[in-house]
């Protein structure tokens, strides 16, 4: 029976080890998968061929592209080629149709791919013999919790894959047309990536002359092939695997698009183009129509004509831009300025400078259509509306177009259908409900103080495409103080407008002061306080998206603080280090934190200190990571006890420096060689922690035992307090542990 007992118990116990294994396992994430495949299944020596990647991407990852600027901040995907007398490298490699993307932490435009990618190398083939051997360092992310992760590999290409005949291929002539490739086959074999060795995501590719190899290739032990434009494939046809759609992963964006849309539908009511005709409309149904069921029929109909008009706009707007122009509209100076100056016209145009209207003859002759009667002619009402009113809806609507142009091609359409929506709901509820008019308030002088406040909004929001523009290129015109002492100027005018000291020629008089623009007013002058402590460097993260990057500012009282040594945070005896840190020439932490970027070093700190460790698993290409910093970090509480609590040390996975041959070391993980800092790290984070994303933090003793369970992204600052707390408490116990015995 005992025996029984042990045997259950040893079962028990080894599948509780299996169990706990495989969780452990899981946690090591592998969301692409990569594929090798050539153009043509066979060449002749001297004939071109393609060599293709194609990657899997899991949903909700993303993948960065190879051909934007590798400065910028996220990691580029770069590919390496061994040198090798059988072929050489034809112009650069070319990542197929990527998405663009700009970033307002990064301040410039970035290539990705979602669910599918693709990456192509022409090569010319020298000998019979191929052998295109190389690596490639990429990194992928994902928006839902935040994780990045670097890998890297190999790939090869041999006669298994091309067969290549001993045959010369006829050269080209001058002026004759070459020879179109063969039909693209796929191969059958699929190659997943190996266990993952963590690199750069960055894409250095560099473009290799096209000259013979013997000659060029001779004395080099590596080809880089170095991006530059994207560009078309020749004949070639994208895979049938790349052909299917991305996940939706902005579709929440899209959402929100709408949502303030909805709400600029909703102001667009409120002009004096617009209002005064919701109860002239109402009526005209009302009392043309046999019977109730008729008018609300008419009604619903005048309503979705509205609607309809506005999304066709938005339609129209898409097909002329697509994916390709909206890109360059949100990052080439010249639509940002165009922009810029379309936004202070219709700004002046509000305040009362002039009128923005369609010539009466147009007009007229709408208007006459609306007579015939029917459903036709409740359309031309509808049309006749949209056009009436575009002196006053037109500076909207071309906000939100413009705003929408910036994005994926669906936005102008979702924008369009949003406003209209907001735009024609009144004039439908109070056909079907008609006993609400009574309640509307009776047009006047607030009417054109509508526009006007709207006037104060558009004149703010010019500045943000003036500044893309002045980001992009470094000119230096509009940086973070002089952008917020226009936008604290704009919204001081607008306040004292609310209270009726600042008037404009065509305004009412104001006899008293209403409660609801009181508490704009008040509302208006609280938004002017919030923006004063940012010409002192205060970081407004609730305004991040739309400000220029703190280090535009020429005046910030923190980095003075910090760069004078003063300051009790930054003089605290509790913030000192041990030693000099190594890497600091070009590793450094956020707001004036000292720390470590070597893992021993930190270990060493802390047995001396008498402190736990706290790690920080980055990257450069993180966006992630430069967000925890820039929302959780820099709240007081967690700087404080950081300072005095922790010995920092940042490990960034993805650091190209070479290690000194005395650190370089094979991996038991994946028996590869580790070389550079980032290689080191990234293996230590995976073999020690099982995990392989970041942001990752740790805390743990100068031991390496971990003090409480790791986290990673998280913009809780109460959760990371707490983390940090635990971490504390953890140490203590366990060095009081160890006291006592």
């Not at 103080?449 to 500045?463: H, M, Y």
């Not at 070479?658 to 995976?686: C, M, N, P, R, V």
């Amino acid at each position: 029976m005992n025996k029984k007992i042990i045997v259950k118990q040893l079962m028990a116990t080894w599948l509780l080890l299996l169990l706990t294994i495989f969780i452990a396992q899981a946690q090591v994430l592998k969301p692409v998968t990569w594929s090798y495949d050539v153009s043509k299944k066979q060449a002749a020596v001297g004939e071109e061929v393609e060599l293709i990647f194609n990657v899997r991407i899991d949903k909700d990852w993303y993948l960065y592209s190879s051909d934007f600027d590798p400065d910028l901040g996220p990691m580029v995907t770069e590919f390496k080629f061994q040198k090798h007398p059988s072929y050489e490298l034809i112009g650069k490699i070319v990542p197929v149709k990527p998405k663009k993307k700009y970033d307002e932490l990064w301040e410039g435009e970035y290539t990705y791919f979602v669910g599918t990618a693709q990456f192509r190398q022409k090569i010319r083939v020298l000998k019979p013999e191929l052998l295109v051997k190389g690596s490639y360092e990429y990194q992928v992310c994902t928006d839902v919790d935040g994780r990045c992760i670097p890998f890297d590999d190999t790939f090869t290409f041999t006669n298994k894959q091309l067969n290549i005949s001993g045959e010369v291929a006829p050269a080209t002539k001058s002026g004759a047309a070459e020879q179109k490739p063969a039909q693209q086959e796929t191969l059958n074999k699929t190659q997943q990536p190996a266990s993952p060795v963590f690199g750069t995501d960055e894409v250095t590719t560099a473009p290799a002359d096209n000259v013979n190899a013997e000659e060029t290739e001779a004395d080099k032990i590596a080809i880089v092939a170095e991006t530059g434009e994207t560009a078309e494939t020749e004949a070639e046809s994208i895979p049938s695997a790349l052909s299917e759609p991305a996940p939706g992963d902005e579709a929440g964006d899209l959402w929100s698009f709408m949502l303030i849309a909805f709400v600029f539908g909703l102001g667009a009511l409120l002009t004096p183009c617009v209002f005064p005709m919701i109860p002239m409309t109402v009526s005209f149904f009302t009392s043309n129509s046999t019977n109730r069921g008729e008018g609300i029929f008419k009604a619903l109909v005048y309503g979705l004509s509205i609607i309809a008009i506005y999304t066709l706009v938005g339609t129209v707007v898409a097909k002329l831009f697509g994916a390709d122009g909206a890109n360059f509209i949100s990052t080439h100076w010249f639509p940002n300025l165009l922009f810029f100056a379309v936004f202070i016209i219709f700004a002046m145009s509000f305040f009362g400078l002039f009128e923005i209207t369609l010539p009466s003859s147009f007009l007229t002759k709408v208007d006459a259509q609306a007579d015939r009667g029917g459903l036709l002619g409740v359309f031309f009402m509808s049309l006749t509306l949209v056009l009436v009113s575009f002196s006053c809806t037109g500076p909207i609507v071309g906000s939100i177009l413009v705003a929408s142009a910036g994005g994926e091609t669906l936005r102008p359409v979702v924008g369009m259908f949003g406003f209209s929506l907001a735009f024609a709901l009144p004039f439908t509820l109070f056909a079907v409900f008609p006993s609400w008019l009574s309640s509307l308030p009776k047009s006047g002088g607030w009417l054109n103080s509508v526009k006007v406040v709207l006037g104060f909004i558009e004149l703010a929001l010019a500045l943000k495409f003036l500044s893309v523009a002045d980001q992009v290129y470094h000119w230096g015109i509009l940086d973070r103080e002089v952008y917020l002492a226009l936008w604290i100027v704009i919204f001081t005018l607008m306040g004292f407008y609310l209270l009726g000291k600042l008037k404009f020629s065509h305004d009412s008089d104001l006899p008293y002061l209403s409660v609801p623009r009181l508490f704009l007013a008040l509302a208006t002058f609280a938004f002017v306080v919030y923006l004063i402590p940012g010409m002192f460097g205060a970081p407004l993260k609730a305004l991040s998206g739309y400000l220029p990057p703190q280090t535009t500012q020429d005046f910030d009282i923190n980095t003075i603080i910090r760069q004078n040594g003063s300051g009790t945070a930054v003089a605290s005896a509790d913030n000192q280090l041990c030693e000099t840190p190594k890497y600091a020439d070009f590793l450094h932490l956020p707001h004036g934190l000292q720390g470590y970027f070597d893992l021993e070093q930190a270990k060493k700190c802390a047995a001396e200190q008498g402190k736990p460790i706290f790690i920080d698993f980055t990257g450069h290409g993180c966006v992630n990571c430069r967000e925890m910093e820039a929302n959780v970090w820099s709240d007081p509480a967690v700087l404080k006890r950081l300072r005095e609590d922790y010995v920092i040390v940042a490990l960034y996975v993805d650091d190209k420096t070479e290690l000194a041959e005395s650190e370089k070391y094979i991996s038991d993980y994946d028996g590869k060689e580790k070389a550079t800092i980032g290689k080191k790290y990234a293996d230590y984070q995976i073999t020690k922690f099982n995990v392989n994303a970041q942001p990752y933090y740790v805390l743990m003793d100068a031991q390496e035992n971990v003090l409480v369970k790791p986290i990673a992204y998280d913009l809780n600052v109460e959760n990371f307090v707490n983390f940090l707390d635990a971490g504390v408490a953890s140490y203590k116990a366990r060095h009081d542990k160890v006291a006592q015995k």
